[in-house]
């Protein structure tokens, strides 16, 4: 009985961290690809955020369906923790990128938003494969 338990929150970690993983590589080729954009052609600083948003989605959607193809349940508490492993990793990596690592309120308000994003996405996913 506990070597079951243990395959299971085995198996569970693996489907976030690979989840987690797909989520933050997409990321990392939009972001890219929209930087390139960006570089030719005259964007108003006020789209960069938006679009930031709907790239981070796109990376959650994609990475939290890939997690559910093994199994479809608990949706909520499985995007939940998909969205808080993608916040961290993904902040790890971009605040290397800005060499800074200062940790602020918009950065709490992302956590939250983005663990609650990969919660509602999981719900989202679980529902329409049923």
Do not use: C, H
């Amino acid at each position: 009985m506990n070597s079951k338990l243990i395959d299971k929150k085995n198996n569970l970690l693996v489907s976030i961290l690979k989840g987690t993983l797909v989520s933050v590589s997409i990321t990392l080729i939009l972001i890219l690809l929209f930087a390139l954009i960006i570089r030719f052609f005259n964007i108003a600083d006020s789209w960069i955020f938006p679009i930031n948003q709907i790239i981070k989605v796109i990376s959650l959607f994609i990475g939290i369906n890939i997690m559910l193809n093994t199994n479809k349940e608990k949706g909520f508490l499985k995007g939940l923790l998909l969205g808080l492993a993608y916040f961290f990793i993904s902040f790890v990596i971009f605040s290397i990128l800005q060499f800074s690592f200062s940790f602020g309120l918009n950065n709490f308000f992302d956590l939250i938003l983005t663990t609650l994003m990969g919660g509602l996405i999981g719900i989202i996913l679980v529902n329409i494969k049923k």
